[in-house]
């Protein structure tokens, strides 16, 4: 990151009780109504090192036609725990293969299933899918569109450089140097516009001596969706003498803002102050799980009329967030 310094859905009362959403109920998200669904199996690991048994060969496949570009439906909520080591990353079963396309790819309408992508790896076409892969350096994508990472594995983070309709999903993401997401409206004048990351697992950050880590860092987005997230900084530390882990998520006002963003049924956990939100225009924090950080819960530079529903986030105890909890985020308590 750059600038600042510094199993089911669990549902958290005022009382500190723990709930769940019951399997075929549903979660109306963006005016659509999202099903309460079993979320798959995932492999337990997140290194490399597992061999799950084979049960067929991985598949690269070309669609034959392109596919719609009209962003994916919003995914289901988990009901088999927080996002975890379990239940995100390739599923147990997948025999990976080594793939061998290019570390540079323009290529559209295709479906890379069951591969392990050794090394870093862009991607800048149209209508692309990764499911169940492993990438061990990260990825990037750059002015692409109608892209989808399904239940993949991915060591040292993900880049959404002014790209569109970007799906991330039941996916584990470990072992970022900066930003275990990275979000920026930085090429061309283009937007990053229509993202939702859901359900997925975003943790173990191991920053180098000036890094200042994000689980997520947003720097000018239009219509963010994060649903059903678990992301870690893990404990409080230095690296070379300096504060390293900034953030749970960073909403920075950047690259012309971010727009239209969503936060629901997260758990945020470490950094310094685990949410920094600058300026940004209609923004909704719904039911998150905010653990507090070194210094406090909640970093807020936002303007008043920013925040439009700030409702049932609570804290590690399931208490309540209140105004005097954040610095001018607005939260405006619980009502359940």
């Given at each position: 990151m750059s600038g600042m310094t510094g199993d089911s859905t669990l549902g958290i009362g005022v009382d500190g009780t723990v709930g769940s959403s019951a399997a075929g109920s549903a979660v109306e998200v963006?005016?659509?109504?999202?099903p309460v669904l079993d979320s798959p199996s995932h492999s337990p690991s997140?290194?490399?090192?597992?061999?799950?048994?084979?049960?067929?060969s991985p598949s690269v496949t070309p669609s034959p036609a392109p596919r719609s570009t009209s962003p994916d439906p919003e995914p289901p909520q988990s009901t088999a725990g927080r996002p975890n080591s379990s239940n995100t990353g390739y599923r147990a079963g997948v025999d990976l293969r080594a793939w061998t396309g290019p570390?540079?790819?323009?290529?559209?309408?295709?479906?890379?299933?069951?591969?392990?992508?050794?090394?870093?790896?862009?991607?800048?076409?149209?209508?692309?899918?990764l499911r169940n892969?492993?990438?061990?350096?990260?990825?990037?994508?750059?002015?692409?569109?109608?892209?989808?990472?399904?239940?993949?594995?991915?060591?040292g983070g993900v880049a959404i450089s002014s790209s569109q309709k970007v799906t991330i999903r039941h996916t584990n993401i470990h072992d970022f140097g900066a930003d275990g997401i990275h979000i920026t409206s930085d090429r061309d004048g283009i937007r990053v516009a229509d993202v939702t990351i859901a359900n997925s697992y975003l943790h173990s950050p191991s920053p180098a001596c000036d890094a200042h880590a994000d689980g997520m860092q947003v720097r000018g987005v239009d219509r963010l969706t994060l649903l059903n997230n678990h992301i870690n900084m893990g404990a409080w530390r230095q690296v070379c003498g300096k504060d390293a882990l900034n953030a749970a998520v960073f909403l920075q006002d950047a690259n012309g803002g971010n727009q239209?963003?969503?936060?629901?049924?997260?758990?945020?956990v470490g950094g310094g102050f685990t949410f920094y939100l600058g300026a940004g225009t209609r923004t909704k924090l719904i039911d998150n799980v905010i653990k507090r950080g070194?210094?406090?819960?909640?970093?807020?530079?936002?303007?008043?009329?920013?925040?439009?529903?700030?409702?049932?986030?609570?804290?590690?105890?399931?208490?309540?967030?209140?105004?005097?909890?954040?610095r001018g985020i607005g939260l405006n308590g619980c009502t359940r």
């Open positions: 963006g005016g659509t109504e999202v997140t290194t490399s090192t597992r061999t799950p048994q084979p049960t067929g570390t540079y790819d323009s290529s559209s309408n295709r479906v890379i299933d069951g591969f392990r992508l050794a090394g870093s790896y862009t991607f800048t076409g149209k209508n692309v899918t892969c492993e990438i061990t350096g990260g990825v990037t994508l750059a002015l692409a569109s109608g892209v989808t990472i399904d239940s993949c594995t991915i060591r239209s963003v969503t936060l629901r049924d997260n758990l945020l070194r210094y406090g819960w909640v970093n807020s530079t936002s303007d008043a009329g920013d925040v439009i529903q700030a409702t049932n986030n609570v804290n590690e105890n399931g208490v309540c967030l209140k105004a005097s909890d954040d």
